[in-house]
């Protein structure tokens, strides 16, 4: 048991298309002001990643990683249903 | 329920007023190159965008094909012969005025686009000696190696430089304003267009602009019939905010569209039946000429449009014998046989000669320039490859040299969609136009995806361009009219309303986006019958009237997702009303009748369609209603130096 609810207000996203490092992100905002869905808002504490108000709406362009000046900060996953296979040549047949 | 305080001043109400000589509407492809061009020639330019420009719309965060620059010093077509091959290869069914200007015009932008600060060039030799490369322009082709129409671009580097270019000549740039309505003179639909009005999508702030000309550059509609909640921005190909504003906004404005009653089988998106786009095993767009091998490691052949197996790599960019070009690229899926390039042999004939699923896209055996230039170039150009294909896949681990990507499904698309899960894709339709890209309503004009018969980047690029030519010439024949007070106030009033509802027990813009791609995939999906066309405008109407009066919305973005929805109701609306004016099948069209027995077929037409007092009033054009391309493009724009890219 750990001191977190089991019971939560906001419901569980399909996928969480953005992940912040936060020991990385400097809070700049970078990503917010090119975001074109407009999917996260600023936290309310300063210098603190951005908050993902919005994950359905990703359209997994990638532009918030492209423009941010912290590399690491911020990285972006397709959802699971859209994770691509590859294989070694070698290891077919 | 919200955990989050807004963290935005909420700005309901308030009203602000810019004033221009030319207003642009929407700031992706289309918007920035006829906003450069207006204010190029000495206009005032007030451009308005629902993200923010730098990087936003369908082509915002790259591309990598420029296609039909037929002009360009290594071309082996003319523009009126490529045009033509576009005609024809739809049956007619095609824009021939704005794809003219895509041919003619789109080397010049592409130049412009450079001197912008754009990549067009392999400046670096990283690819010299390629067969797809001239060493002396430094150009790159991809398709047709010998008639080399179509460019291989940086296109990550094209948006913000349009977007540079704008600010050093002084465009105003509005962003994340959605442009919800166009102002006419007097307020009457069909009447001249004195501008528009918009709403801020963080603070909600309403604006009214007011100008001589406006250009309408908007997205095409989407989300018509395809719509998942949790994976919104995945619904279909293009960014999910571009969703057709533009072409509801025209309707109620009474502008006049055609072939609104084309839809295709779903080729592309995300929601849960197809792959990220270029993201998965495919020989198509970004990835054609890639070998495409079965799980056995063997090779599955390229054939010509006869079916004869080509034995060498370089035949796969070649025209059969006797055959001058082929055709291939983003709205060209299935060519007529005149047209027909290189393809691997058919899915059903490959199951049968025993190769084994599934099959894989194989870079490693191919020449290192074509490897390179499919992954590192056209992957990691291409809209949304370099972050989420390109770098994520090789932090990965993948190796083109080493590995094979697995392909879904059976063909480009890595997708698999149901007969009544339609989109509009592959030269939809929209507004009507002119030879200046005038609309039926004077003082409105357009370009790029508002266009019917729309496709590509360089499409938007050169319609842009030329519709802000245009503007711009009426804008300085003639003065700024009146905005009717009154029909700023309705507009206020509707775009506000669901705020004042009460939010328990109201509908939100996800339930009522779905009840829509639900009516249109029962009512118009694969086969149209009059009676079930009808039922379903009559359950859109009862949307229209029973349930926007109960929506709600809990800050200025989700009001613009629910205004969107508002959009995609009347766009579906129009989609009904020109379904039931097509009374036969069309092949061009994709529309097929179960009851087209009830009519007599006719000569082709294209359908027009339009609102006059609200009644909706269908007509005919001859498909090719344009004329000669040359002479009338020539007639229309003796002003213009071609060639002269840079012309400020």
């Excluded at chain 1, 108000?53 to 532009?63: T, V």
């Excluded at chain 2, 936003?56 to 091959?85: F, I, K, M, R």
């Excluded at chain 2, 580097?157 to 349009?162: G, I």
């Excluded at chain 2, 191919?366 to 989420?388: A, C, L, N």
Aim: glycine share 10%; aromatic share 10%; charged share 25%.
């Amino acid at each position: 048991m750990t001191d977190r609810s089991f019971i939560s207000e906001a419901e569980m996203p399909a996928s969480r298309p953005i992940i912040f490092n936060a020991e990385k992100c400097t809070g700049c905002n970078s990503c917010i002001d090119i975001c074109q869905v407009d999917l996260f808002i600023p936290n309310q504490v300063k210098g603190k990643p951005p908050i993902v108000l919005y994950p359905g709406e990703c359209w997994y362009c990638g532009c918030c990683v492209a423009v941010c000046p912290s590399e690491g900060a911020i990285s972006l996953r397709h959802p699971l249903m859209n994770q691509v296979h590859w294989i070694a040549k070698a290891d077919l047949g | 329920m919200h955990n989050f305080e807004w963290p935005y001043p909420l700005e309901w109400d308030s009203e602000e007023t810019s004033t221009a000589d030319i207003l642009v509407l929407g700031g992706g492809i289309a918007g920035c190159m006829a906003a450069i061009s207006s204010a190029r020639r000495g206009q005032s330019v007030v451009l308005v965008e629902k993200a923010a420009t730098k990087m936003s719309g369908a082509g915002g965060s790259g591309c990598d094909h420029w296609e039909s620059a037929a002009t360009n010093p290594c071309s082996g077509l003319s523009p009126e012969e490529l045009t033509q091959a576009m005609l024809d290869d739809n049956d007619g069914f095609n824009n021939g005025i704005s794809h003219y200007i895509e041919c003619r015009e789109g080397y010049d932008r592409l130049l412009d686009i450079e001197g912008m600060g754009g990549k067009i060039r392999d400046t670096e030799d990283e690819f010299k000696g390629a067969a797809f490369r001239d060493d002396e322009s430094k150009l790159m082709f991809a398709y047709d190696y010998r008639n080399r129409i179509t460019l291989r671009i940086w296109g990550t580097t094209f948006k913000p430089a349009m977007y540079k270019e704008m600010k050093r000549l002084g465009v105003k740039i509005i962003d994340r304003v959605m442009v919800s309505s166009l102002l006419t003179e007097d307020g009457k639909q069909g009447g001249l267009c004195v501008g528009a009005t918009g709403i801020h999508t963080r603070t909600g702030k309403f604006y009214v602009f007011r100008a001589k000309a406006s250009i309408m550059c908007l997205s095409r509609p989407a989300r018509i019939w395809l719509f998942s909640s949790d994976y919104t921005g995945l619904c279909e190909f293009r960014p999910p905010q571009c969703i057709g504003d533009g072409h509801a906004m025209g309707w109620r404005a009474g502008a006049e569209f055609t072939m609104m009653e084309k839809s295709v089988v779903a080729e592309f998106s995300a929601a849960g039946r197809s792959y990220p786009p270029y993201g998965a095993g495919n020989n198509h767009n970004t990835w054609y000429g890639a070998s495409i091998i079965d799980s056995e490691g063997k090779e599955i052949p390229y054939t010509d449009r006869d079916g004869n197996i080509l034995r060498s790599f370089e035949e796969r960019f070649l025209p059969a014998k006797g055959q001058k070009f082929f055709l291939k690229g983003g709205s060209v899926d299935y060519p007529k046989y005149n047209y027909e390039g290189p393809e691997t042999v058919p899915f059903a004939k490959m199951i049968s000669q025993g190769y084994k699923l599934p099959f894989y896209a194989d870079l490693s055996g191919m020449p290192e320039t074509e490897r390179k230039v499919i992954w590192g170039m056209m992957v990691g150009e291409e809209g949304k490859t370099k972050i989420p294909v390109y770098e994520n896949y090789r932090k990965a681990g993948f190796d083109p040299e080493k590995h094979v990507l697995q392909c879904y499904g059976e063909g480009w698309t890595s997708a698999s969609f149901l007969p009544q899960e339609r989109q509009l894709f592959g030269l939809p339709g929209g507004f009507l136009n002119n030879w200046e890209l005038q609309t039926n309503i004077e003082g409105l004009y357009v370009a790029g995806d508002s266009l019917y018969a729309s496709n590509c980047y360089g499409h938007a690029a050169a319609t842009g361009y030329y519709a802000g030519r245009h503007a711009s010439k009426y804008a300085s024949a003639n003065g700024l009219a009146d905005i009717r007070l009154e029909q700023v106030s309705t507009e206020k009033k509707r775009v506000y309303a669901p705020i004042h509802n009460n939010p328990e027990n109201s509908i939100g813009w996800k339930e009522l986006n779905m009840g829509i791609a639900k009516t249109m995939q029962n009512y118009c999906g694969e086969i149209k019958r009059d009676e079930l066309l009808k039922i379903g405008l009559l359950r859109l109407q009862e949307y229209e009237n029973k349930i926007i009066p109960e929506t709600f919305a809990y800050n200025p973005h989700e009001l613009v997702r629910l205004l969107e929805v508002f959009d995609i109701l009347t766009v579906s609306q129009i989609i009904l009303h020109s379904c039931l004016a097509r009374k036969t099948s069309s092949k061009a069209l994709c529309f097929n009748r179960g009851d087209e027995n009830m009519y007599k077929k006719g000569e082709e037409m294209l359908i027009t369609i339009k609102q006059i007092n609200n009644q909706v009033i269908t007509g005919e054009r001859e498909l090719c209603f344009f004329g000669d391309l040359k002479e009338n493009y020539e007639k229309y724009n003796r002003d213009y130096k071609e060639g002269t890219y840079y012309d400020r």
